[in-house]
Structures are given as structure tokens and as C-alpha cells.
């Protein structure tokens, strides 16, 4: 049987995992697929030269676009808990609070670019229901 995709903006693929970035990590590695077409897409910024070096990697630009989706979060309270959580996972892959806030105050550029970003989503991984609720409630 052949796999559906379904065509997702890179930027919103992203923001439906702000309340639950771990996952995201999580269903890259179960759908390879996606990873390699998010990182394809995010690899530009391993030649913005005006950032130091360890920012220049895909990793480092999802969880800056990340912290931009959490600061969009209106209800405060949400917006904390979902910023603790985008920081624990940034800890697990060795990137600190300050340099999420440094990558996230610098990407807006490259944010604007990925508005033309499609990945192609595996139907199951859209129906899965494994993704970040809209309103924050696991």
C-alpha cells in the first residue's frame, strides 16, 4: 500500500509541537522521512556567518523557530509552561536558555523565508494525534 502525504507549511508543522517539543524530536526519528525534509529546509542556516558556529545547524534553527511559536502562546501561564518544557528538551541536546533566546532573537529573517516551506507529512503521522494540542493540554 502506498504512503498519503499531506502537504503542512514548515512553520505551522512546527508550531502544532510548541506545547510538546519533545515529541517533535521524537516523531523525527519515527518518520525520517520528515526529519530529512526539515532539515534540508533548515540547513541554510549553517552559512549564516554572522552566528557563532554552534548555532549553524538545523537543530539549533527548531529550537529557535520554536521559541518564536512559544512566545506567539497569549495565555501567560501556558506560555511558561510551554517555554520550561522547549528549554528542558534544548538541555537534553546541549543548547542552554541563553542560546535558544539568542538563536530565537536572531532567526525572524529566516523565519520569514520558511513562510514558502512545505514538507510533505505521512498521513499517519498527521492522524496520529501524538501532536501538540492547540490550547496546551496533554
Do not use: H
Request: glycine share 10%; charged share 30%; aromatic share 10%.
Amino acid at each position: 500500500m502506498a504512503k498519503v502525504f499531506q502537504k503542512e507549511n514548515i512553520l505551522d508543522f512546527i508550531d502544532s509541537y510548541k506545547y510538546d517539543p519533545g515529541q517533535l524530536f521524537r516523531d523525527l526519528r519515527v518518520y525520517p522521512i520528515v526529519g530529512k525534509q526539515v532539515k534540508k529546509l533548515l540547513g541554510p542556516l549553517s552559512e549564516k556567518s554572522d552566528w557563532p558556529l554552534e548555532f549553524r545547524n538545523w537543530r539549533a534553527a527548531l529550537f529557535g523557530l520554536m521559541a518564536n511559536e512559544v512566545g506567539g502562546i497569549a495565555n501567560p501561564m501556558l506560555r511558561e509552561k510551554a517555554a520550561e518544557r522547549l528549554l528542558k528538551t534544548a538541555a537534553k541536546f546541549g543548547i542552554s536558555s541563553s542560546k535558544v533566546s539568542m538563536i530565537c532573537g536572531g532567526i525572524y529573517p529566516f523565519r520569514i523565508k520558511l513562510q514558502r516551506g512545505w514538507l510533505n507529512i505521512p498521513q499517519e503521522l498527521e492522524s496520529s494525534g501524538v501532536r501538540g494540542d492547540k490550547d496546551g493540554r496533554q
